[in-house]
Nanobody, 126 residues
Framework: QVQLVESGGGLVQAGGSLRLSCAASGRTFSSYPMGWFRQAPGKERDIVAAINRSGSNTYYADYVKGRFTISRDNAKNTVYLQMNSLKPEDTAVYYC???????????????????WGQGTQVTVSS
C-alpha cells in the first residue's frame, strides 16, 4: 500500500504559477504509475496529468497541455505538478493518485487509481 499527502496549493492570481507536491510513504513508490486529478465544485473529478513509473512517459489533458508539467523523483518518493499560466477555470481541489503497482504504462481513467491523497485547494483569482 501507499499513502499520499499533497501540498503546495493556495491562492494565486491569473497568470501565476504554483507547484504541487505529493509525498508518498513506503519504499516502493517507484512501482506505481501516478496521476494528478482535479475536482471543481459540482463537477466530476477529472484527470489532469499522469506519469509512468520511471518518469519517461507523461500524459496531459488538453485543457492543461503546454501549461502544466508532471514529474517525479523516485529517490524522494515525490510526484510534482508544476502549474504555469494559471486561469480562473483551473480553480479546484487537486488530488494525486497511485495506480496499480508494477504497471509499466499510464492510466487515464479515474477508476484505475486505487490510492488517493486528501487533496489540496488551488484557487486562481481573475
Amino acid at each position: 500500500q501507499v499513502q499520499l499527502v499533497e501540498s503546495g496549493g493556495g491562492l494565486v492570481q491569473a497568470g501565476g504559477s504554483l507547484r504541487l507536491s505529493c509525498a508518498a510513504s513506503g519504499r516502493t513508490f517507484s512501482s506505481y504509475p501516478m496521476g494528478w486529478f482535479r475536482q471543481a465544485p459540482g463537477k466530476e473529478r477529472d484527470i489532469v496529468a499522469a506519469i509512468n513509473r520511471s518518469g519517461s512517459n507523461t500524459y496531459y489533458a488538453d485543457y492543461v497541455k503546454g501549461r502544466f508539467t508532471i514529474s517525479r523523483d523516485n529517490a524522494k518518493n515525490t510526484v510534482y505538478l508544476q502549474m504555469n499560466s494559471l486561469k480562473p477555470e483551473d480553480t479546484a481541489v487537486y488530488y494525486c493518485a497511485a495506480g496499480r503497482a508494477y504497471y509499466d504504462g499510464i492510466y487515464y481513467a479515474r477508476d484505475r487509481y486505487g490510492y488517493w491523497g486528501q487533496g489540496t485547494q488551488v484557487t486562481v483569482s481573475s
